[in-house]
């Protein structure tokens, strides 16, 4: 029976091709234009985000071969742009419960309650595919989720100035409406609204739940050390699984690893840092382990430096895939919905509580937090307010709760001091006002005013 969904294999390590991904559709036949799609991305950006960007696209694929519909036709891939986005905007409507409104020469999408959180994934992976597919010269139209009218309309803004038919004058000249730094995205469809949110892991005892997961589908030493490695540093797995031996041995410290980060082209950029447990399992892993592995069985110091530090079953090196298979395989059984990159949130939030906690003054706070972002190599030094405004949230609810707590004891004391008032006047004898109460002439005086 055919699977319900687009889905891809890996090549079997025995096997040679060209192909080290292959993607099937629901018929069960390999599909080449998303599996040339992954090997062209992966060429340009890491393994893990091309096998991202590659997965946002099977439930579209799928919905475009059951239900998609342009003037009574089933809509394939290849067809015209017009096709291409009537399709899109019928998938965000009916599958990811987006509004959908014109806008000149493009479409605004706004998401709503019921929206998924993929939805820019989604359209980026789209844009970046028909990219790939017009490279690739397998596409003959342009790019259907580009606004070719945008991008004309932004460079005539550029380039002509105030003098009709002439260029524009040197900005010096004062003459010309300055250009805006930031342009309008090149999109057809494009999400307002829409702003990068961090996720916040607040569980300080999620590492040892991955751990324990891990141990129960008898994970390696290398599948151990790596998921350590993830909750410690910080790090993306891609930035530990690629690393070799010299970048262990380039740091001072035995606790330290140097490595690459996303847009720094394998240049190593930054350090991880982690404990000295980690350092006795590292160690342990490749005299051991890996010195099984490897082809000449050696150990760390007679291993050169452009040895990979983590190698598969046949001795190659280890890539992110790999290892992904393991991890997954872990979370499926144990029943935690965890990928891994919740373990670089789930650090970044762990720091920054350590940093309210152990800081004395502001000023050995700001320098504790600039040294996280430096750290974590943030282009953006504002990204990490967005944590704290976590960390603001969480006061608020302790703020909020104590008052909680002053209010029910306050309740509690009153309720005590009513019942004691009604105690004391339920034993006062009744004042039997058949008796006359004799009062002072000059106290009556008094009250008639």
Same mark, same amino acid.
């Given at each position: ?15 040679? #091709? ?56 089933? =809509? ?131 590492? %040892? ?10 994970? #390696? ?47 190593? =950029? ?8 980690? =350092?006795?399992?590292?160690?342990? %892993? ?71 906690? =152990? #800081? ?90």
């Amino acid at each position: 029976m055919a699977p319900s969904t687009f889905y891809y294999m890996y090549c079997p390590e025995d096997i040679k #091709s060209r192909y080290h991904l292959l993607v099937f559709d629901t018929q069960n036949q390999p599909f080449l234009p998303l599996t040339d799609f992954y090997h062209d991305c992966k060429g340009r950006i890491s393994e893990s985000s091309a096998l991202s960007y590659l997965k946002n696209l099977f439930p579209f694929f799928t919905w475009l071969e059951v239900y998609s519909n342009y003037q009574g036709k089933t =809509v394939r891939w290849y067809n015209e742009p017009p096709a291409i986005r009537v399709a899109v905007e019928d998938y965000l409507i009916d599958e990811m419960a987006c509004k959908v409104r014109e806008k000149d020469s493009f479409r605004f999408i706004n998401r709503t309650v019921k929206s998924p959180n993929t939805v820019n994934r989604f359209l980026s992976s789209l844009k970046s595919f028909y990219t790939s597919m017009n490279r690739l010269k397998q596409y003959r139209y342009p790019n259907p989720l580009i606004d070719t009218h945008s991008v004309v309309h932004e460079y005539k803004s550029q380039t002509e100035g105030v003098r009709t038919g002439k260029p524009r004058m040197p900005n010096v000249a004062g003459t010309e409406e300055p250009i805006p730094h930031r342009r309008l995205t090149d999109s057809y469809f494009k999400l307002i609204n829409e702003e990068w949110q961090p996720e916040i892991i607040g569980d300080i005892h999620l590492p %040892y739940q991955v751990y324990q997961a891990g141990k129960q589908v008898n994970w #390696s030493l290398r599948e151990m050390v790596i998921a350590r490695l993830l909750f410690e540093s910080g790090a993306r797995a891609s930035e530990i699984i690629q690393v070799t031996i010299g970048d262990y041995r380039s740091r001072k410290s035995f606790q330290e690893l140097s490595t690459f980060t996303k847009g720094s082209h394998g240049r190593r =950029v930054k350090f991880l840092r982690f404990s000295k447990d980690t =350092v006795k399992l590292l160690h342990r %892993y490749i005299n051991t382990e890996r010195k099984k592995l490897d082809i000449l069985h050696r150990s760390f110091d007679t291993l050169p430096d452009d040895s990979p530090l983590f190698l598969t079953e046949v001795g190659t090196p280890f890539t992110y895939a790999s290892w992904y298979y393991h991890w997954n395989k872990a979370m499926k059984t144990s029943g935690l919905k965890i990928n891994p990159h919740k373990a670089r949130h789930w650090f970044v939030t762990t720091r920054l509580r350590e940093i309210y906690s =152990v #800081s004395t003054t502001e000023n050995e706070m700001i320098q504790r937090k600039n040294q996280l972002i430096k750290y974590m190599k943030w282009k953006q030094s504002d990204t990490i307010d967005i944590y704290e405004h976590y960390f603001d949230e969480e006061k608020h609810r302790e703020a909020h709760d104590s008052m909680f707590n002053n209010m029910m004891a306050k309740e509690k004391e009153y309720l005590e001091h009513k019942k004691k008032k009604i105690k004391q006047k339920s034993n006062v004898p009744l004042v039997r006002t058949s008796i006359p109460i004799e009062i002072d002439e000059d106290i009556q005086a008094l009250l008639k005013f």
